[in-house]
């Protein structure tokens, strides 16, 4: 190799040196300042990640169903064993139909619109309108899986709505109105 050629590969590799040293710089500068400028370190980091914040200032508003079976007994029910949906998605629809969403749609169910004439306008239906249905519904699904003779077969279906007002870590079972459906 020539003395020239040996200058051409020196040349280059000192070009390639500090351009993959800039390339380094800009992708690690920006890295190690949002890693200084955190404010959580480790372990802190971590706990804070399975944790809604430690907001006391927003109350929340939260439902529990059960069912009573033929017995009289009362069993927990869980939307999501009964229908396989996501939970935030089974409580939500539960929130919904509380609040009389499905009415407020651009275009509701022609049995919702009947619905909607009959009580004059959506200012005077009543709270959870539809509510009955969704509990007969999940009730009928729960004992679907049942035999006729089952003593744990559902004779109603009851959803609890529970309000928790903030401020405390307490005081969070403060029951609000409660639905019974009959199956």
Known sequence: MTERAQALNATRERYLLTRYAALTVALFVPLLLAFALVRNFYPFAASTVMMAGGDLQAGR?????????????????????????LSGRAWSLVGGTVTNKSFRLSSPHPANVVLLEAAGGIEKLPPASRLPDLLRS??????????????????????????????????????????????
């Open 138 to 183: 999940w009730g009928t699904i729960y004992n679907l899986r049942l035999s006729p003779s089952s003593p744990q077969r559902l004779q109603a279906v009851i959803l609890d709505c529970y309000r928790w007002d903030s401020g405390r870590y307490s005081d969070y079972q403060h029951l609000v109105q409660s639905w019974r459906a009959e199956l």
């Open 61 to 85: 508003t939260y439902y529990v169903m059960r069912g009573e079976t033929s017995t009289g007994e009362s069993i927990d029910l869980s939307p999501i064993e009964l229908t396989n949906a």
